[in-house]
């Protein structure tokens, strides 16, 4: 069984920072990608970030210069640096794993970005 935990979120005013956290447990191999998706209301989820455990990171252009994808894979974690947050990434927030083909989410955070 694998549990994806996220931490942080918050309510912030545009132009701010916040990082979330996603630790994985469970069984877990070595060759996995992890990242971070998003949902805001009435919108379909979207990708954010990721970032296989080679270290090559993916990002959607609207977040590309601000956000940064980093994972510390001893410790099966992923983080999710946001910087210069702007209102339009007001969002609720899910962890991702990728794992011998299949997804694996995380809980969901709230970020709420105002202007």
């Known amino acids: 069984q694998v549990q994806l935990v996220q931490s942080g979120g918050d309510l912030v005013q545009a132009g701010g920072s916040l990082r979330l956290s996603c630790a994985a447990s469970g069984r877990l191999f070595s060759i996995n990608t992890m990242g971070w998706y998003r949902q805001a209301p009435g919108k379909q989820r979207e990708l954010v970030a990721t970032m296989t455990s080679g270290g090559t990171a993916n990002y959607v252009n609207s977040v590309k210069g601000r956000f940064t994808i980093s994972r510390d894979n001893a410790k099966n974690t992923v983080y999710l640096q946001m910087n210069s947050l702007k209102p339009e990434d007001t969002a609720v927030y899910y962890c991702?794993?990728?794992?011998?083909?299949?997804?694996?989410w995380g809980q969901g955070t709230q970020v709420t970005v105002s202007s």
């Open positions: 991702w794993l990728r794992l011998g083909g299949l997804d694996y």
